[in-house]
């Protein structure tokens, strides 16, 4: 029976086979032996061998092709939070960040000039701007006052949309979608369009995850990241999680070689029981700072209102004219100003630092006046 992927696919995906790097010919073959002369890669890493303690001296070759380890690690990591087993058809695979994955999504399922995805702005920029570079049309629903879906207006667009890009707990505004909205869309969409839940912040509100739901509707992924809560942005991991019968199209556009070695030794790190351990405990702090900070704003005047979070930032919309953000550039303190969408104009979103940096966060806002 074909599934929706299929039916979604575009003739050049679906007719494409996947490059066939040395080490995928390897892997597939099963073909092994005490010379590996099959990738070009020099024979040892001599120059640089004791660079790291000499912890590096395989640098020389290639890393896996789709680095099953780390993968594996975070379906373990999945099931701890879930509670229970990923559904057998689910696979993951390991990206480079949660934005290489939203850009392997829309080549994979859109064709340039004909398809279109659908987002809710106010919300995270990559999916449009993968779209935009990819020449794929971009529908537009933003999120209601509440910053929840507008679930009748996106089914009116769903004959039309391949993907559509969801965001929970979503960025700028903080907040986590209704799980009711979710489901009445992912019903509602079965026949016609994937669904993307950007999950990038869910270790700030892990019991609202939609990865249970993928067991009913293999038409839903599921966007991970280890640059947030796990606090990795530099080794560049993400995880894609997938219906095998989605799965099976994007993995043939996944790079030869995704993720450099450096990288999934650092990941493997994390995704140990002590690194997610350590990670839970820093969520943990991390949140007592984020609302201590939320309460001594709404002490401030100028603070017009702070909207509810379940993230590692805050979104703070300010009384009057000034530009807060710009103020805060002036004492040295960089924050972030929502790109022109007019439901957060003139807000001003702050990522959660350490208690110290929040202090002085604090104190800037205090001491301004106008
Ligand atoms: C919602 C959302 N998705 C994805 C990303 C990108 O994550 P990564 O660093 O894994 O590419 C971000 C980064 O800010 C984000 O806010």
Same mark, same amino acid.
């Given at each position: 029976?074909?599934?929706? %992927?299929?039916?979604? $696919?575009?003739?050049?995906?679906?007719?494409?086979?996947?490059?066939?790097? +040395?080490?995928?010919? %390897?892997?597939?073959?099963?073909?092994?032996?005490?010379?590996?002369?099959? +990738?070009?890669?020099?024979?040892?890493?001599?120059?640089?061998?004791?660079? =790291?303690?000499?912890?590096?001296?395989?640098?020389?070759?290639?890393?896996?092709?789709?680095?099953?380890?780390?993968?594996?690690?975070?379906?373990?990591?999945?099931?701890?939070?879930?509670?229970?087993?990923?559904?057998?058809?689910?696979?993951?695979?390991?990206?480079?960040?949660?934005?290489? *994955?939203?850009?392997?999504?829309?080549?994979?399922?859109?064709?340039?000039?004909?398809?279109?995805?659908?987002?809710?702005?106010?919300?995270?920029?990559?999916?449009?701007?993968?779209?935009?570079?990819? +020449?794929?049309?971009?529908?537009?629903?933003?999120?209601?006052? !509440?910053?929840?879906?507008?679930?009748?207006? #996106?089914?009116?667009?769903?004959?039309?949309?391949?993907?559509?890009?969801?965001?929970?707990?979503?960025?700028?505004?903080?907040? $986590?979608?209704?799980?009711?909205?979710?489901? =009445?869309?992912?019903?509602?969409?079965?026949?016609?369009?994937?669904?993307?839940?950007?999950? +990038?912040?869910?270790?700030?509100?892990?019991?609202?995850?939609?990865?249970?739901?993928? *067991?009913?509707?293999?038409?839903?992924?599921?966007?991970?990241?280890?640059?947030?809560?796990?606090?990795?942005? %530099?080794?560049? $991991?993400?995880?894609?999680?997938?219906?095998?019968?989605?799965?099976?199209?994007?993995?043939?556009?996944?790079?030869?070689?995704?993720?450099?070695?450096?990288?999934?030794? #650092? %990941?493997?790190?994390?995704?140990?029981?002590?690194?997610?351990?350590?990670?839970?405990?820093?969520?943990?702090?991390?949140?007592?700072?984020?609302?201590?900070?939320?309460?001594?704003?709404?002490?401030?005047?100028?603070?017009?209102?702070?909207?509810?979070?379940?993230?590692?930032? $805050?979104?703070?919309?300010?009384?009057?004219? !000034?530009?807060?953000?710009?103020?805060? #550039?002036?004492?040295?303190?960089?924050?972030?100003?929502?790109?022109?969408?007019?439901?957060?104009?003139?807000?001003?979103?702050?990522?959660?630092?350490?208690? *110290?940096?929040?202090?002085?966060?604090?104190?800037?806002?205090?001491?301004?006046?106008?």
């Amino acid at each position: 029976m074909s599934s929706l %992927a299929d039916k979604l $696919v575009p003739p050049a995906v679906e007719k494409l086979i996947p490059y066939q790097s +040395a080490r995928r010919i %390897a892997r597939q073959t099963g073909n092994t032996g005490h010379l590996w002369l099959n +990738a070009n890669e020099l024979e040892s890493c001599c120059q640089y061998g004791d660079i =790291d303690g000499g912890k590096n001296a395989h640098y020389n070759r290639y890393p896996d092709f789709l680095p099953h380890d780390i993968a594996a690690d975070y379906q373990r990591y999945c099931e701890q939070q879930l509670d229970g087993a990923l559904s057998l058809s689910t696979e993951i695979i390991a990206v480079r960040g949660a934005d290489e *994955a939203i850009d392997l999504i829309v080549r994979t399922f859109c064709q340039p000039g004909h398809d279109q995805i659908l987002i809710c702005p106010p919300t995270y920029g990559m999916y449009e701007f993968c779209a935009d570079a990819f +020449a794929v049309n971009t529908a537009i629903v933003p999120l209601l006052d !509440t910053f929840q879906l507008n679930v009748d207006a #996106i089914k009116k667009q769903l004959p039309q949309t391949s993907v559509v890009f969801l965001c929970s707990p979503n960025n700028p505004t903080g907040n $986590v979608l209704h799980q009711n909205d979710l489901m =009445d869309l992912l019903e509602a969409s079965k026949n016609t369009s994937l669904v993307v839940v950007d999950e +990038a912040y869910i270790e700030f509100a892990p019991h609202t995850s939609a990865v249970h739901l993928m *067991a009913t509707y293999p038409h839903l992924i599921v966007i991970r990241t280890l640059s947030k809560a796990f606090g990795l942005a %530099a080794i560049r $991991v993400g995880f894609l999680l997938a219906d095998s019968s989605v799965m099976s199209y994007i993995s043939r556009l996944v790079a030869p070689y995704p993720i450099a070695d450096p990288s999934a030794e #650092i %990941a493997q790190k994390a995704l140990s029981e002590r690194g997610i351990l350590q990670m839970n405990q820093q969520t943990e702090r991390l949140i007592e700072v984020r609302d201590w900070f939320i309460e001594a704003l709404s002490s401030l005047p100028i603070v017009q209102t702070i909207y509810d979070s379940s993230t590692n930032f $805050v979104l703070v919309r300010f009384r009057g004219q !000034t530009n807060m953000y710009d103020y805060l #550039i002036s004492q040295g303190i960089v924050a972030r100003s929502p790109a022109n969408e007019s439901s957060v104009e003139g807000c001003v979103r702050i990522s959660i630092g350490s208690k *110290a940096s929040m202090v002085e966060v604090f104190e800037a806002l205090k001491h301004f006046t106008e």
